[in-house]
Structures are given as structure tokens and as C-alpha cells.
């Protein structure tokens, strides 16, 4: 049996809006700086991660527009759930590569654990309109 949980639409629709924020700043700023994002991957304790998917400096423009992309997406309210795995797909390895195994990236990896949290909500529940548009029922 199933439980209920009714929700109201606006914070849905917000969580999306605040989310997807992070991913279009980060996209815009992997684009305008490339050589700045590269070196902050060469600098990482776990750098290996990033190597092992290809060159960082192309790495960086590819999660830019990736990033931006769906980001976009993600933003609009289209294909939610893909948008959002998409966006996975990108935040763990730059997570793990970047912010896992250093203290000084305590603050930035919890915030990526909650974006992954925030993601995962879309992924994980049916967040179309339902019958009554005030609310959401996953």
C-alpha cells in the first residue's frame, strides 16, 4: 500500500528553480574559465578521477555546456527526470574528484551531497501536475 503525500506545487517548482540555479552558474563559469577550472582539477587530491574520463581542459568545456544544457532543462520544468540524471551524471565525478579527500572543501562537498539530495527528489518521485494544480502527489 502506498502512502500519500501531498505537496504544494509552488515549492516543487521552486526546488527545481533553486537547483538548477547552481548548474547554469557553474556551466557559464566552466566556459569563461576554462584554464582556471582545469588547474583547480590539477590541484585536487583525487585528480586521477578526472583523468581517467579524458583531458580536463576538455573535460570542463564538455561539463559547461552539459551543465548548461541541462540545467536549462531542468529550469524550464522539460523532462525533469532526465535532466536531473544528467545532472548527476555530472556532480558526482566532479565531486569526487574535486571536493572528496580535502578539508578545505567541507563546505562545497556538503552542498554537492544536497544538490545530489535536491536531484535525486526529481528523480525518485512523479513531479508532474496532478488533477488539482495547487498540489503534487509523488
Known amino acids: 500500500m502506498a ?5 504544494n506545487a509552488r515549492s516543487v517548482q521552486l526546488l527545481r528553480i533553486f537547483v538548477s540555479g547552481i548548474f547554469l552558474v557553474a556551466g557559464f563559469n566552466h566556459l569563461l574559465q576554462v584554464e582556471k577550472t582545469a588547474q583547480r582539477i590539477e590541484k585536487a587530491n583525487f585528480k586521477g578521477i578526472a583523468h581517467l574520463f579524458g583531458d580536463p581542459q576538455w573535460l570542463v568545456i564538455l561539463s559547461g555546456i552539459v551543465m ?6 531542468f529550469l524550464m520544468g522539460y523532462k525533469t527526470k532526465w535532466a536531473a540524471l544528467i545532472l548527476i551524471g555530472v556532480l558526482i565525478p566532479i565531486t569526487l574528484s574535486i571536493q572528496v579527500g580535502q578539508i578545505t572543501t567541507l563546505g562545497p562537498l556538503f552542498k554537492n551531497i544536497a544538490i545530489l ?15 488539482n494544480p495547487d498540489e503534487y502527489e509523488p
Open 68 to 73: 548548461l544544457s541541462a540545467g536549462f532543462l
Open 117 to 131: 539530495g535536491g536531484l535525486l527528489f526529481f528523480v525518485l518521485n512523479d513531479t508532474r501536475k496532478s488533477v
Open 3 to 7: 502512502t500519500r503525500i501531498s505537496i
